[in-house]
């Protein structure tokens, strides 16, 4: 099982990538807590239309809901407060499902491998898009570009994206 922040599923809608995200992963769904889609819909109302992508996987069933328990309810409370509530539901949520973790926010990742809870950054799945060869290395410099002008993002980490792999050449 795969959940996922908000932060993932933004920057793969605003590189119009959310296809390869779910072919890199070899999953047909991705799961969200009630907070994730929440913050989709409230970027929504603020004019961040490719949020629109991530929302119409919903109906398709590419995109879940996952609904907190009591358990969950409970694990939030002893979550780092600096979390926001999306991060802090996928966590409760992944930890009871034993589910990994998409998030872009570094704080979670590292709480995450404090706790043994595998989590994957934008720049490990931007990796595996072209390892797994989903995308081509070029395919993956442009997402990166549209992400980097539709999110204001700084990708400090296309070093790791790029380093060479054993045997694949450049």
Not at 28 to 41: C, G, K, N, R, S
Not at 54 to 59: N, Q
Not at 121 to 133: E, F, I, N, P, Q
Not at 149 to 164: G, H, I, Q, S, T
Request: hydrophobic letters at 50%; proline letters at 5%.
């Amino acid at each position: 099982m795969i959940l996922s922040d908000t932060s993932i599923l933004s920057s793969f809608a605003a590189a119009q990538g959310l296809p390869l995200l779910l072919a890199a992963l070899e999953e047909d769904t991705i799961f969200i807590p009630p907070a994730v889609e929440q913050e989709l819909q409230a970027g929504l109302a603020r004019s961040v239309t490719y949020l629109q992508n991530v929302l119409d996987l919903i109906p398709m069933g590419q995109v879940q809901l996952l609904d907190l328990d009591e358990s969950d309810l409970e694990c939030m409370t002893s979550l780092p407060e600096a979390l926001g509530p999306g991060e802090r539901e996928a966590i409760a949520l992944g930890l009871r499902h034993g589910a990994m973790l998409l998030c872009n926010d570094l704080r979670v990742v590292r709480y995450c491998d404090a706790q043994g809870i595998l989590c994957l950054d934008l720049a490990s799945l931007l990796r595996m898009l072209w390892t797994k060869g989903v995308a081509t290395r070029a395919k993956v410099k442009t997402m990166i570009v549209r992400m980097e002008r539709a999110e204001n993002l700084v990708f400090k980490d296309k070093d790791r994206v790029f380093a060479p792999q054993k045997g694949v050449p450049l």
